[in-house]
């Protein structure tokens, strides 16, 4: 049995409304990208990583944290391994959006805490958008 997050007690169910699971996903988007930025601001620059290599560490653990809440709280559906599958090549292909975003804009300013967050910000948007439209559309749809 997967690892569940006990938001609570109510039974699984896809029947939440559009504008639930928008909230619910910035909330639980919001948590996950303070985790996300968070690792990599300290990997980047407190222990001197490069900029991708940050930015990969921290992508994995916010996701991670971001995938366990929203199969759960967000969208109310029960663990598959066919879910679980499409949403590692959802964050596979996320994961070289939000890399290659946060990487070329690092390279292109100067490496800057805010120039840092504006490029987190932007890859994190673009990614943010991907996941909300695919997971809803697509992927919480699987049974």
């Known amino acids: 049995m997967p690892i569940e997050v006990p938001f609570d007690d109510q039974e699984a169910s896809t029947d939440v409304d559009l504008k639930t699971q928008l909230v619910r996903f910035v909330i639980t988007g919001a948590g996950s990208g ?3 930025f968070g690792l ?3 990997l980047q620059y407190v222990f001197g ?3 991708w290599a940050a930015k990969a560490v921290g992508f994995v653990c916010g996701t991670t944290m971001a995938y366990l809440i929203n199969r759960r709280w967000t ?3 029960e ?3 066919a879910r ?3 949403v590692a090549v959802l964050y596979l292909v996320t994961f070289a959006v939000q890399v290659g975003i946060y990487t070329g804009l690092s390279r292109l300013w ?3 805490i805010h120039w840092s967050l504006l490029a ?3 890859a994190q948007g673009t990614a943010t958008v991907i996941n909300f439209v695919v997971q809803r559309a697509v992927i919480f749809k699987i049974r």
């Open 34 to 36: 303070i985790l996300d």
């Open 84 to 86: 679980f599958f499409a």
């Open 79 to 81: 663990p598959s391994a």
């Open 120 to 122: 987190f910000v932007i």
């Open 40 to 42: 990599t601001l300290l």
């Open 110 to 112: 100067d490496e800057q």
């Open 49 to 51: 990583a490069p900029e």
């Open 75 to 77: 969208f109310r559906a």
